[in-house]
DNA sequence: ACAATTTAGATTGTACACAATTTAATTTTG
DNA sequence: CAAAATTAAATTGTGTACAATCTAAATTGT
């Protein structure tokens, strides 16, 4: 037990949680550039699949990105004719963003991607869930 | 169970793995901030730590990153003074990474930093290992 | 009502992260 | 041994991510 075993990269827990983001969301990229998407658009269209119209705001907590994040990701969105950006009438301030039918189409291509990628990844039921618990506990401990 | 259930973001795995990953990270940079480092530079800064000297190939099998990475990155911190970068004598292609006597020091700062971060974090033993242990199994899977 | 404050997004600047390409050095092969 | 292939880093280009600041609109306090 040394004193600076601390600081070995085996004994943190941050490591291999941001290895095995990285490699995840590198792992989609085969399957999300025919849809066009980015990883982080693709979790954006699965909110805007959902709810079809969603401020920035709104966005942002869903996927805790601020809007220094969000404004170039919704204007390349907006380019690609996926979703439209626009001022809400009651409130100036307030970005509305609302899928396209376009946008909408493009749900029957993405159904095919969580299908594909489970068999990239071979955990049973069981552990899924425990992970899944347990960052759930992280992420709120951490926002306080 | 909708045809598009498994669109939703709460189905997903991955998202809070994403979410996780970074939120921690950004947990970390009132910590790393008066030791003049980034995340990615800490975790660089371990491996140098442990090893003293490591080619770039090896220090990013370690830490599973590319040299369009870490070039920027070593160049950064070799400016600050925490390592030299010079060309392996038997093989020029190498750049060896070397630390320095004034990052060898950093470290007796950087221990504090593992013990403030833990404080964030209310896992168990139990619940660390576990996690431990499932993403080191999906980053196998993974990586194949 | 109106100045002060708050709020929602946009902008700016810095730092990854990675695919794809390039360059130079070393190995392998015919 | 010389050409072909491989390898290690660097470079280029695109896309996040976030802190800090800015701007305009709405809300609050007096």
Aim: include cysteine; proline fraction near 3%.
């Amino acid at each position: 037990m040394g004193k600076y075993d601390c600081l070995k990269l085996e004994t943190q827990l941050c490591f291999p949680l941001y290895v095995c983001s990285k490699e995840i969301i590198r792992k989609y990229k085969p399957y999300l550039d025919p849809l066009g998407l980015t990883y982080t658009q693709y979790i954006a269209m699965m909110v805007m699949w959902e709810r079809k119209k969603v401020n920035v705001k709104e966005l942002g907590e869903r996927l805790y990105l601020d809007s220094g994040t969000l404004t170039p990701l919704l204007k390349k969105m907006e380019e690609k004719g996926l979703v439209r950006r626009e001022r809400s009438s009651e409130d100036e301030r307030v970005l509305d963003v609302v899928i396209t039918d376009e946008g909408m189409a493009l749900r029957e291509e993405a159904v095919k991607v969580p299908m594909a990628m489970k068999s990239c990844v071979t955990l049973n039921m069981e552990e899924a869930k425990l992970l899944y618990d347990v960052l759930g506990k992280i992420i709120q401990d951490i926002r306080e």
